[in-house]
C-alpha cells in the first residue's frame, strides 16, 4: 500500500523568512495530494492540493510543487508570520481525492516573532 | 467546502463502556471516512462509512470493536466499544467529493 515520508518533523523559522516541507510518497498510482494544517485542538484544515497533471500550484503566501517522477511533493509558505504556526500534514490519495488518504507523519512548524 | 460538524466534542469515559460519535455534513457528499488521531501522532484511517452498506475497514480495525453507520448522503456515526485507554485518541470524520474536509474532531479519554 502507499507509504508517505514526510520531513522535517520540527522546523523553525523566523518571522518573514520561508519554510519548505518535503514529502515522498511510494505509489506511482497516486494523483492527489493535499495539505493540511492543524492547530492545537481543531481539525485538520485544507490549505493547499495539488493534482498529478499539474506541477506547480500557489494561493497567496503558499504553493505546492509536485515531481511524478521522483515521487516528491513539497509545501512553500513564504513571508511566514507568526498565526502559521501550527502541525502540517501532507497527504497522498488515488481517485483524485474522493478516496482514503494516507497522511505523512507531520511537520510542527513554529515561526520565531 | 463542506462544513462538518462531531458531537461530543470530547468525552471522557469508564474503561469496558461504547462510546458513539456522531458526524453530520452540510451536504451530500459520496464518501465519508473515519480518521483516528493517538496524541501527538498523525492520522489514520479506521474506515470508509458506504452508504447503504457495511463500512470498509483497513488493517489493524474490526467491525466489532469500530461499529460504523451511514443511513443517508449527510450522516455517519462511528462507535468505539468495550473501551480500554488505549483508545484515548482523537476521532475525526472527513467528507469528499472530490476534497476531502475533516470535522473538528472528539477527543476521546478512556479511564
Known amino acids: 500500500g502507499e507509504n508517505v515520508e514526510q520531513h522535517p518533523s520540527t522546523l523553525s523559522v523566523q518571522e518573514g523568512d520561508s519554510a519548505v516541507i518535503k514529502c515522498t510518497y511510494s505509489?506511482?498510482?497516486?494523483?492527489?495530494f493535499p495539505w493540511y494544517k492543524q492547530e492545537l485542538g481543531k481539525g485538520p484544515q485544507l490549505i493547499i492540493d495539488?493534482?498529478?497533471?499539474?506541477g506547480e500550484k500557489k494561493d497567496q503566501r503558499i504553493a505546492v510543487t509536485l515531481n511524478k517522477t521522483a515521487k516528491h511533493f513539497s509545501l512553500h509558505i513564504t513571508e511566514t508570520q507568526p498565526e502559521d504556526s501550527a502541525v502540517y500534514f501532507c497527504?497522498?490519495?488515488?481517485?483524485?481525492?474522493?478516496?482514503?488518504?494516507?497522511f505523512g507523519q507531520g511537520t510542527r512548524l513554529t515561526i520565531n516573532p | 467546502s463542506a462544513v462538518i460538524s462531531q458531537k461530543p466534542s470530547r468525552d471522557i469515559c469508564q474503561r469496558g463502556t461504547s462510546l458513539t460519535i456522531q458526524c453530520q455534513v452540510d451536504?451530500?457528499?459520496?464518501?465519508m471516512f473515519w480518521y483516528r488521531q493517538q496524541p501527538g501522532q498523525s492520522l489514520t484511517l479506521i474506515a470508509t462509512?458506504?452508504?447503504?452498506?457495511?463500512?470498509?475497514?483497513e488493517s489493524g480495525f474490526v467491525i466489532d470493536k469500530f461499529p460504523i453507520s451511514r443511513p443517508n448522503l449527510t450522516f455517519s456515526t462511528l462507535t468505539v466499544s468495550n473501551m480500554s485507554p488505549e483508545d484515548s485518541s482523537i476521532y475525526l470524520c472527513?467528507?469528499?467529493?472530490?476534497?476531502?474536509?475533516f470535522g473538528p474532531g472528539t477527543r476521546l479519554t478512556v479511564l
Open positions: 505509489d506511482s498510482a497516486s494523483n492527489y
Open positions: 462509512a458506504n452508504q447503504g452498506s457495511e463500512a470498509t475497514y
Open positions: 497527504a497522498a490519495s488515488k481517485g483524485q481525492g474522493a478516496q482514503k488518504l494516507v
Open positions: 495539488i493534482r498529478s497533471n499539474v
Open positions: 472527513s467528507a469528499s467529493q472530490n476534497t476531502q474536509y
Open positions: 451536504s451530500q457528499v459520496t464518501m
